[in-house]
């Protein structure tokens, strides 16, 4: 399977490896959206966040956290926003699971950009209904 993330685990490619140990592996993003934007993956390869055990989620949201602060105090940065894309409609464009960081500061200039939708009498239920019918 091909799989730059693998790859970056394997060291059959380079990237700027911040941290790693047994199950897990931080790096640089090559493509920050700002400085310091940083990914944090499993050393196991899985598809997508649905796809990742909760042991090893487990031990993924635990060094992001350690990321998120080193972040904030090695960059000064004033906030930080944590982000998983997951399928294609969601803009994942690598499919080996990962949190993005990315540092914030204030007027840094981006912005998701959300068109915030408002709901329709009474579709604020419908929806809820339609999830909570899955849990
Ligand atoms: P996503 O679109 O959520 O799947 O994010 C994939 C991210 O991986 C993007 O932000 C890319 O800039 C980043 N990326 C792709 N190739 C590399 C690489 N070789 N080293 C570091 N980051 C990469
Ligand atoms: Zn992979």
């Given at each position: ?78 906030g930080f926003n944590i982000v998983a894309n997951t399928g294609r409609a969601a803009g994942q464009s690598i499919f080996h699971f ?10 840094d200039n981006f912005s998701f950009k959300p068109n915030l939708k408002s709901y329709d009498n009474g579709s604020m239920k419908e ?9």
């Amino acid at each position: 399977m091909d799989c730059i993330f693998c790859d970056i685990i394997n060291k059959s490619a380079s990237a700027e490896v911040l941290f790693e140990n047994e199950k897990v592996i931080s790096f640089l993003d090559i493509r920050p959206i700002n400085y310091g934007h940083t990914l944090v993956i499993t050393k196991n390869h899985f598809d997508n966040f649905l796809l990742v055990p909760d042991d090893e989620l487990s031990e993924l949201i635990r060094v992001t956290k350690v990321m998120s602060n080193a972040i904030i105090k090695g960059l000064n940065s004033e906030g930080f926003n944590i982000v998983a894309n997951t399928g294609r409609a969601a803009g994942q464009s690598i499919f080996h699971f990962h949190f993005h960081i990315i540092p914030r500061f204030r007027n840094d200039n981006f912005s998701f950009k959300p068109n915030l939708k408002s709901y329709d009498n009474g579709s604020m239920k419908e929806f809820a209904e339609k999830i909570k019918m899955a849990l």
